[in-house]
């Protein structure tokens, strides 16, 4: 699977900012990249975000659904520009059961941001879990993380809940949630929705 990125040249930029201005390559993962790519996706997503994941949690991840797993690579040397990690799988814990997608993990290398390929990532990832008949995709994301937040709402995400102290440095999280089907308004009521729909998530 291949698609466009499109970005400015700049002959400051590192070798994998420079491969932005010619067709990345997006590639679904498998577990024959295990050892190519395990080492390199541990690295960038450990670097940004705040919860330390031991092998288990990407493996958990990549062993059951490597399939919602997508990996931007450098055209030139196909080392590894981004990575989004997600699950799909049934959910009913205080609502309606749904097939719930999840975006675990999400992140890009620092100088190829602001490009278009975690726009990319996520709408390869929400195509992929659609159409195996997700009902919706949810996602938690630090509240100070703009870009994450507008990247989220941008491609149509909305708050459903703020989750106090959520992550282990203290900060608060925001649940984010898109819905890929119609609501049916005679079907049994779903907790996260009521609350957005109530506006009685925190702001
Ligand atoms: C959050 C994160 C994944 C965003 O990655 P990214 O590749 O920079 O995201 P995108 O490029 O798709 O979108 C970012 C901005 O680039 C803009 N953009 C998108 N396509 C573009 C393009 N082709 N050319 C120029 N700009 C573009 C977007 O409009 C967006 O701008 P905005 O924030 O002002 O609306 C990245 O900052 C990151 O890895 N952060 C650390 C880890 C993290 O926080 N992960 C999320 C946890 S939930």
Request: net charge neutral; proline share 5%.
């Given at each position: 699977?291949?698609?466009?990125?499109?970005a400015s040249s700049s002959s400051d930029l590192p070798r994998t900012a420079k491969g932005l201005t010619?067709?990345?390559?997006?590639?679904?993962?498998?577990?024959?990249?295990?050892?190519?790519?395990?080492?390199?996706?541990?690295?960038?997503?450990?670097?940004?975000?705040?919860?330390?994941?031991?092998?288990?949690?990407?493996?958990?991840?990549?062993?059951?659904?490597?399939?919602?797993?997508?990996?931007?690579?450098?055209?030139?040397?196909?080392?590894?520009?981004?990575?989004?990690?997600?699950?799909?799988?049934?959910?009913?814990?205080?609502?309606?059961?749904?097939?719930?997608?999840?975006?675990?993990?999400?992140?890009?290398?620092?100088p190829c941001?602001?490009?278009?390929?975690?726009?990319?990532?996520?709408?390869?990832?929400?195509?992929?879990?659609?159409?195996?008949?997700?009902?919706?995709?949810?996602?938690?994301?630090?509240?100070?993380?703009?870009?994450?937040?507008?990247?989220?709402?941008?491609?149509?995400?909305?708050?459903?809940?703020?989750?106090?102290?959520?992550?282990?440095?203290?900060?608060?999280?925001?649940?984010?949630?898109?819905?890929?089907?119609?609501?049916?308004?005679?079907?049994?009521?779903?907790?996260?929705?009521?609350?957005?729909?109530?506006?009685?998530?925190?702001?």
């Amino acid at each position: 699977m291949a698609t466009v990125a499109t970005a400015s040249s700049s002959s400051d930029l590192p070798r994998t900012a420079k491969g932005l201005t010619a067709e990345l390559n997006y590639v679904r993962y498998e577990h024959r990249l295990e050892e190519q790519y395990l080492p390199a996706i541990r690295a960038l997503i450990s670097k940004d975000l705040s919860e330390p994941y031991s092998i288990y949690v990407y493996r958990y991840f990549l062993y059951q659904w490597g399939h919602l797993c997508f990996m931007a690579l450098d055209p030139f040397d196909s080392s590894l520009i981004g990575v989004i990690i997600c699950k799909l799988e049934p959910h009913s814990v205080h609502s309606a059961p749904t097939n719930r997608g999840y975006i675990a993990m999400l992140a890009v290398a620092a100088p190829c941001r602001g490009r278009g390929v975690a726009t990319s990532l996520v709408k390869m990832a929400i195509d992929a879990m659609a159409s195996r008949n997700a009902d919706e995709i949810v996602l938690e994301t630090e509240e100070t993380n703009v870009s994450a937040m507008r990247l989220y709402e941008r491609l149509g995400f909305l708050r459903s809940k703020k989750l106090h102290r959520y992550y282990l440095n203290g900060n608060s999280a925001y649940r984010l949630v898109l819905l890929l089907k119609p609501i049916d308004p005679d079907g049994p009521a779903d907790l996260a929705l009521e609350e957005h729909e109530r506006g009685t998530f925190t702001v």
